[in-house]
């Protein structure tokens, strides 16, 4: 009984971070942030970019991404470093965390799952029509619910590896990495729970990791203090959010590079997911390690370089 009101509980906070955020991204991390004393203000800033699919381009659904970066979150908590057999577990709980989600709500793409192009004034403001809303709703709150019920779970893996993998391939880290060597701008729990984001997201195909890390990096950067925030303040950025993404004017404004960012990663390649860049569905964890010492993810290891540098340049750009 316990367990149940907690996860009803979650549910309510997720749809209430929903309510007063506008961003699907925060629902499910903040809620479980708070819920088990892991405040950390930096990780709640990174996410604040993964909405609308990705800075609002319709690729893997905020909710999702949070979801499986809760899964991690929860996990970094337990250990005291992540081993192989650690990040086996959690591509297992996120793979079974996305396949629930497609099943019950018909897609992990925000762009499906909405019908919408959040780069439009007039389908972002559909967003808040009655049916709509009562639909982002219900998956925030379904998807709290979920996670809570799978999140000390056990998945079957094979952990037994015949190859040792010493350079281990991770793209979202690696993107972060760079980032924070060169720019200062990083967190040390954000890199380590976007082990979350390798292959499309637990090794799923969705947004490509790469991208992902690229855009946490520049949330870190511009992005706002949401838990200070007011609901009227997050209603308008999201409202000014579309013109800012289409006309990029500003190198201060968290928009406006995540515009810049998004149309110039877009010029590299036609896809956001990872399924379509990689032309490969993975496995698992040792298929996606074999893949990133192979010749075959030379392409995958160009945008890695792609999306660093990007987001390096316009991180020094701030204040022009």
């Known amino acids: 009984m316990k367990n149940s009101k907690e996860a009803k509980k979650l549910a309510r906070k997720a749809r209430r971070t929903y309510i007063s955020t506008n961003l699907c991204s925060l629902t499910q991390i903040k809620p479980f942030q708070e819920a088990f004393d892991l405040v950390d203000d930096d990780v709640l800033k990174a ?35 992540w081993k192989t057999e650690d990040e086996i577990k959690l591509h297992a709980l996120i793979k079974n965390y996305l396949t629930w989600f497609q099943e019950k709500y018909g897609s992990t793409l925000c762009r499906e799952r909405t019908g919408l192009d959040f780069w439009k004034s007039s389908d972002l403001s559909k967003l808040s029509l009655p049916h ?3 639909k982002e709703l219900a998956h925030t709150g379904g998807s709290a619910k979920y996670l809570y019920s799978i999140k000390d779970l056990e ?35 954000v890199e380590r729970i976007s082990i979350a984001l390798d292959g499309g997201v637990g090794l799923q195909g969705g947004a490509c990791g790469a991208l992902t890390g690229a855009v946490m990096a520049l949330s870190l950067h511009l992005g706002k203090d949401i838990r200070n925030s007011s609901i009227l303040t997050n209603m ?18 968290f928009f406006s590079v995540g515009g810049k960012f998004m149309s110039s990663f877009l010029e590299q390649t036609p896809s956001l997911e990872c399924k379509d860049i990689c032309n490969k569905n993975f496995n698992s964890w040792k298929e996606f390690q074999e893949f990133g010492a192979s010749d075959s993810s030379k392409e995958c290891h160009k945008l890695i370089e792609f999306a660093a540098n990007k987001a390096i340049e316009l991180i020094n750009k701030k204040g022009e």
Do not use: W, Y
């Open 236 to 253: 308008k950025d999201m409202k000014e959010s579309v013109k800012k993404l289409n006309e990029q004017k500003s190198f201060d404004d």
């Open 132 to 134: 709509k809303l009562f």
């Open 47 to 81: 996410v604040l970019g993964l909405e609308g699919g990705v800075f609002s381009k319709g690729s893997t659904c905020g909710v999702v991404t949070s979801g499986a970066l809760t899964l991690a979150m929860l996990m970094d908590s337990k250990i005291s470093e």
């Open 155 to 189: 998945p079957e893996t094979e952990i037994n590896l015949d190859s040792d993998f010493q350079n281990k391939f991770h793209c979202a880290k690696q993107v972060l990495e760079k980032i924070r060597k060169s720019t200062e701008v990083g967190n040390s729990a």
